[in-house]
């Protein structure tokens, strides 16, 4: 399915990430990275000093999609895949993969790459090189 | 503030998502389909959050320490190992099987779309899962 090509609203969008980044890292000494923020609240070996600030967070996350359609009025534009035995395969590779990995897209691809990590530079260009073969595989190949 | 300022974070963060279309998976796996429906929004997304995260991140690195913190807990290994690279790379195929990583995923869970709804639980999973292997050498400070 096509979508249409937003260069403004992504790069605004984008801008408020980074401005989320920035406000974490200058209030917290914290990276925004979402998959080591939901992971430290995740057992096993809470990180209980953590827990507070990882929940807030998440509620923070979790207010915005509601906020979206109270201020202007409209859903947000989604579509999501219904094949459950996909989904749940996917999920738990990026579950997996993001924490054995130290970090997704947020942590490695914004704050990473902004840092000049090597680390994470290496780890994005590794996932972006997989993410666009997967998803070669899956619409050209066994998608037709 | 202190709780505030975090409320805000992740505020901005969930937004920031919604506006960019990030948090729409068939934006994502658009953007992974060089052959395909290519849509390159999500470079701009990227673009975007780094054109700020780099002159502020310097900015901030500039104080002695957080507002609210005593130190800035940023990861400091330089090394490649590899759970780096694999887990890098099974995290890229599940994003692109989903078209959801877990920023996205997360924001969207309160528009109960039925995908999502499987997705969450099953990356939280995995996320224990891993924990739960990794434990001994997982560092609280990673990203």
């Known amino acids: 399915m096509e979508t249409d090509f937003t260069p403004i609203a992504s790069l605004l969008g984008g801008g408020l990430i980074g401005l989320s980044a920035i406000v974490l ?33 998440l509620i923070g996350l979790l207010l915005a999609a509601p906020l979206w359609i109270l201020v202007t009025g409209a859903t947000p534009a989604q579509v999501v895949s219904s094949n459950g035995p996909l989904l749940v395969i996917a999920g738990i590779l990026v579950g997996f993969g993001s924490v054995m990995g130290n970090g997704c897209t947020s942590g490695h691809g914004v704050c990473g790459i902004s840092r000049g990590s090597t ?26 | 503030m202190r709780i505030f300022s975090t409320l805000i974070a992740g505020l901005l963060f969930g937004t920031g998502l919604i506006l960019s279309g990030m ?38 690195q500039k104080r002695a320490t957080p507002f609210f913190n005593d130190v ?72």
């Open chain 1, 119 to 144: 680390r994470s530079i290496a780890a994005t260009m590794t996932f972006m090189a997989t993410a666009f073969v997967t998803v070669f595989v899956l619409r050209h190949v066994v998608g037709g």
């Open chain 1, 25 to 57: 890292l200058a209030a917290h000494g914290r990276i925004a990275g979402i998959s080591g923020i939901v992971s430290r609240i995740l057992s096993p070996n809470v990180d209980k000093a953590g827990l507070p600030q990882g929940i807030v967070f």
């Open chain 2, 72 to 143: 800035f807990h940023l990861p400091t290994r330089t090394d490649f190992d590899a759970r780096l690279v694999v887990g890098a790379a099974t995290f890229g195929i599940g994003w692109g099987l989903g078209g959801f990583c877990p920023g996205p995923a997360l924001t969207s869970t309160p528009l109960a779309a039925s995908g999502t709804l499987i997705f969450v639980p099953a990356m939280l999973v995995g996320m224990m899962i891993a924990k739960s292997i990794a434990v001994p050498v997982l560092k609280s400070k990673t990203v």
């Open chain 2, 23 to 60: 948090a729409n998976p068939a934006k994502v796996q658009n953007f992974l389909d060089l052959f395909g429906t290519w849509d390159p929004s999500l470079a701009f997304v990227m673009g975007g959050a780094i054109m700020v995260t780099m002159p502020g991140f310097w900015l901030v």
